[in-house]
């Protein structure tokens, strides 16, 4: 066992965490090290925001070159099909490359790597289990960016073969069909519209009135019309109650039951693969050492609950990202993993505001929001005006065959400041960066107009709604 004496340890090499640990290392010179017991990236890298954006991708690709005919690039639909074995060594050649990159950045800035499960033993001491042994970890402050892991469903059947979370989905060498999906929230909507995209048959099974009940509605109902014309079936309103292997005479594996909640009507829908995508939970499995550390911080259902600089009711330690539970999104621990290491450098201000966080999802077309929707404007009382954009008159959506989609920004009505914008339209997830930082400044909508944007790009439609 070798004992070694740190400023910060960070446990979790998540966005959140190697974000932290190289801030902490670099700018704030702190003697840092990282501690992570899988590979360096996190979910995001290893089983989330990249591995399922190279899958996107992939169906991005596909619809390409179905639609290529309209633009004199014969080919013949048929014979398109998706090697499911290459993408997903593709996807792992990407994710190599960037945890490649990751460590590179951590060297060069000094953090320290240990590979292995760390267990708290106080507010100033981490075991660290690894191949070889135990490591013993003094350090004056602990960050814990453990992340989330996905919520397992309290039904009959969930460990079937061929039942599966997002994580399993992702290592699959074999296009399944049909799917079945298990909630309409952002994991569920991406996976049915690469699934579909991909040649799947694709079914959502939403416990909601409506999918994407967190966000606005209006992206809501067009998204959900937009892949209902693709052929996924939505049932909203689904209360699943079991998960049965098919019966031997049915062509698919498995079957899911469900009763539509208004009508009360049971209906069985076919399987071949069921992904359940119902929410994600924070990862604090056997992160404190019981029989020694004094005092573990309050958690309210598994969740560690932090003060507005990110410290825990125990002195020394800190939480950010999903483990705090909040908004799960790989940015916004990014974001808090930036101000804790700020606030444990003793910065008064932190340097990033939090209450303006984007949101995407990254189907076919893409959807983003931030800021205020028009439902929480009213909800809050404040008066708004609206400002919509339907993306048809856009040249470079025209000329790449986009489907309809619309931009809409919320201003205060009193001084015509933006406070939300909602968009589905190709690019939403790299343009709505505008909004947030026009809310974020403060800026009027005129004030948005005062900058030219290149012409024929999606991102003119800000300055053409905007001028
Ligand atoms: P979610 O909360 O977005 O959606 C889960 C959905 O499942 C909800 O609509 C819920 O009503 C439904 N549900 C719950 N129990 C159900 C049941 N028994 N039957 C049917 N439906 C049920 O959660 P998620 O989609 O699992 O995503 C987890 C987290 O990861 C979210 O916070 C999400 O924002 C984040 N994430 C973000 C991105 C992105 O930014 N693009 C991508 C993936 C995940």
Redesign the pocket.
């Given at each position: 066992m070798s004992d070694k004496e740190y400023d910060l340890a960070v446990i979790g090499g998540g966005p959140g965490g190697y974000t932290a640990a190289i801030a902490a290392s670099s700018k704030y010179g702190l003697k840092t090290v990282l501690i992570e017991k899988e590979n360096i990236g996190g979910t995001c890298l290893g089983h989330?925001?990249i591995p399922?954006k190279t899958y996107l991708s992939a169906a991005d690709e596909v619809q390409a070159i179905k639609n290529g005919n309209r633009l004199g690039v014969m080919v013949n639909e048929a014979d398109v099909r998706i090697d499911m074995a290459k993408l997903h060594a593709y996807k792992n050649e990407v994710v190599g490359k960037l945890q490649d990159g990751i460590m590179q950045a951590l060297t060069h800035a000094k953090v320290d790597y240990v590979s292995g499960t760390a267990s708290i033993r106080s507010n100033m001491a981490i075991d660290v289990k690894t191949g070889s042994g135990s490591e013993l970890i003094k350090t004056s402050k602990i960050l814990i960016a453990t992340g989330?892991e996905?919520?397992k469903?309290?039904?009959k059947g969930v460990d079937l073969p061929h039942v599966y979370n997002?994580n399993e989905m992702l290592e699959m060498t074999e296009l399944m069909s049909p799917l079945v999906i298990?909630?309409?929230?952002?994991?569920?909507?991406?996976f049915a519209s690469m699934y579909s995209a991909l040649g799947a048959q694709v079914v959502v099974?939403?416990?909601?009135d409506r999918?994407?009940?967190?966000m606005d509605r209006d992206l809501a109902v067009n998204l959900k019309q937009i892949l209902s014309k693709r052929s996924v079936k939505f049932h909203t309103g689904?209360?699943?109650s079991e998960i049965s292997k098919a019966g031997f005479r049915a062509t698919t594996a498995l079957e899911v039951k469900?009763k539509d909640k208004k009508t009360e009507t049971e209906t069985t829908v076919p399987a071949q693969t069921v992904l359940?995508?119902?929410?994600?939970k924070a990862s604090t499995e056997d992160l404190f050492d019981k029989n020694c550390i004094p005092t573990i911080p309050s958690m309210e259902r598994g969740r560690i609950i932090v003060n507005d600089r990110y410290e825990t009711d125990v002195p020394g330690i800190f939480a950010i990202g999903?483990v705090t539970g909040g908004?799960?999104?790989?940015?916004m621990a990014s974001a808090e993993g930036l101000n804790a290491v700020a606030a444990i450098a003793g910065k008064e201000q932190l340097p990033i505001r939090t209450d303006v966080v984007p949101?995407?999802?990254?189907t076919d077309p893409e959807i983003a929001s931030v800021g205020l929707t028009a439902d929480e404007a009213k909800k809050a009382g404040i008066a708004v005006k609206s400002i919509k954009y339907v993306t048809g008159a856009n040249g470079k959506s025209v000329l790449t065959g986009q489907e309809r989609g619309f931009i809409r920004i919320l201003t205060e009505s009193e001084t015509g400041k933006v406070l939300g914008a909602q968009m589905m339209c190709a690019r939403a997830?790299d343009m709505i960066g505008e909004f947030s930082s026009a809310i974020v400044n403060g800026l009027t909508v005129d004030q948005i107009s005062m900058a030219i944007r290149p012409h024929p790009t999606f991102n003119e439609m800000i300055w053409e709604m905007t001028r």
């Open positions: 989330g925001c399922t989330s996905p919520c469903l309290p039904i997002s298990i909630g309409g929230g952002v994991i569920g909507l991406e099974l939403e416990a909601m999918i994407l009940s967190n689904a209360e699943v469900f359940v995508a119902v929410g994600r999903d908004i799960q999104l790989a940015h949101a995407c999802v990254f997830s």
